[in-house]
Nanobody, 123 residues
């Protein structure tokens, strides 16, 4: 049963923008801390951003602060990642996931991974 589907990844030039979407089924994303992660070729998966159940507290990796914005649309049950001023080092497969435990805390463990969407930034 597919639960998270990421879309929006493309090939763009450095300095460009993309908005990734993560559509959820089977559960309500506003009931969970949700996160975006990415994996560059030959590297491990890293956290990019997270959003708590209230939608008020966010976390960003230092490498994307000031350039990426996480948000969600409760009516559409969809999580977003707005990415501006993209850099070649942002290239990778981007995944969304939910925290595997209920509650106000936002952090590991995450799971229920989507299939990912590819972002490629050329210089």
């Amino acid at each position: 049963q597919v639960q998270l589907v990421e879309t929006g990844g493309e090939s763009v030039q450095s300095g460009g923008s993309l908005r990734l979407s993560c559509a959820a089924s089977a559960y309500t994303i506003s009931s969970y801390c949700m996160g975006w992660f990415r994996q560059a070729p030959g590297k491990g998966r890293e956290g990019v951003s997270s959003l708590d159940i209230r939608g008020a507290n966010t976390w960003y990796a230092d490498s994307v602060k000031g350039r990426f914005t996480i948000s969600r649309d409760n009516a559409k049950n969809t999580l977003y990642l707005q990415m501006n001023n993209l850099k070649p080092e942002d290239t990778g497969m981007y995944y969304c996931a939910r925290r595997l435990r209920l509650g106000p805390r936002c952090g590991s463990p995450f799971g229920n991974w989507g299939q990912g969407t590819q972002v490629t930034v050329s210089s």
